[in-house]
């Protein structure tokens, strides 16, 4: 092998190691954590939100938020993270929100195929992340953020407008 080829495929090898590390890099400081469940309020009450959701601090505190408003009323809550979607029967439900990110460009697939699979999608309020605070599933008509914890209110406040319907 001639010298000029040794060049080139150290230089793309290389350029493939540095891509490699870039992403590793990306995901292990973006990534989204497992969240640890728990329910508030008894499973018994006629009224029963569902909230899936990955781990960050922007969404964990949507989440805490979200909570804190609903706990005192007559409402089972269940918290829950997104891996967990696939066990999921939307009939048990009153209404569910849905926290997720995008990561490498596209939802989780568990958010994806629930999204998919649902027959009453009036009764799920979605909030979709991203870098843009735009991207979110084609055909969904999910609330948008950029994770700010300064936009934590604003996001509350349009779950609540979305979901006090269909609680009551």
Same mark, same amino acid.
């Given at each position: 092998?001639?010298?000029? *080829? @040794?060049?080139?495929?150290?230089?793309?090898? &290389?350029?493939?190691?540095?891509?490699?590390?870039?992403?590793?890099?990306?995901?292990?400081?973006?990534?989204?954590?497992?969240?640890?469940?728990?329910?508030?309020? /008894?499973?018994?009450?006629?009224?029963?939100?569902?909230?899936? &959701?990955?781990?960050?601090?922007?969404?964990? =505190?949507?989440?805490?938020? $979200?909570?804190?408003?609903?706990?005192r009323?007559?409402?089972?809550?269940?918290?829950?993270?997104? +891996?967990?979607?696939?066990?999921?029967?939307e009939?048990? *439900?009153?209404?569910?929100?849905? $926290?997720?990110?995008?990561?490498?460009?596209?939802?989780?697939?568990? =958010?994806?195929?629930f999204i @998919?699979? $649902?027959?009453?999608?009036?009764?799920? !309020?979605?909030?979709?992340?991203?870098?843009?605070?735009?991207?979110?599933m084609?055909?969904?008509?999910?609330? &948008? /953020? !950029? +994770?700010?914890?300064?936009?934590? &209110?604003?996001?509350?406040?349009?779950?609540?407008?979305?979901?006090?319907?269909? $609680?009551?």
């Open positions: 092998m001639d010298r000029r *080829w @040794r060049k080139i495929l150290l230089g793309a090898g &290389t350029a493939m190691l540095v891509f490699y590390l870039i992403l590793s890099w990306y995901r292990y400081h973006y990534s989204m954590t497992v969240v640890e469940g728990f329910e508030v309020n /008894a499973p018994e009450l006629d009224k029963r939100l569902l909230i899936v &959701t990955q781990g960050s601090r922007f969404k964990n =505190a949507i989440v805490d938020a $979200l909570v804190d408003q609903m706990r009323k007559p409402v089972h809550i269940k918290v829950i993270d997104v +891996s967990e979607l696939p066990g999921v029967d009939v048990k *439900w009153t209404a569910l929100v849905m $926290l997720h990110t995008w990561e490498t460009w596209r939802p989780p697939l568990e =958010a994806k195929h @998919r699979r $649902l027959n009453a999608p009036e009764k799920v !309020v979605v909030v979709s992340t991203s870098a843009s605070g735009e991207a979110k084609e055909g969904v008509d999910a609330i &948008t /953020a !950029v +994770s700010k914890m300064g936009e934590v &209110t604003v996001a509350v406040d349009a779950v609540m407008v979305r979901l006090e319907p269909l $609680l009551h």
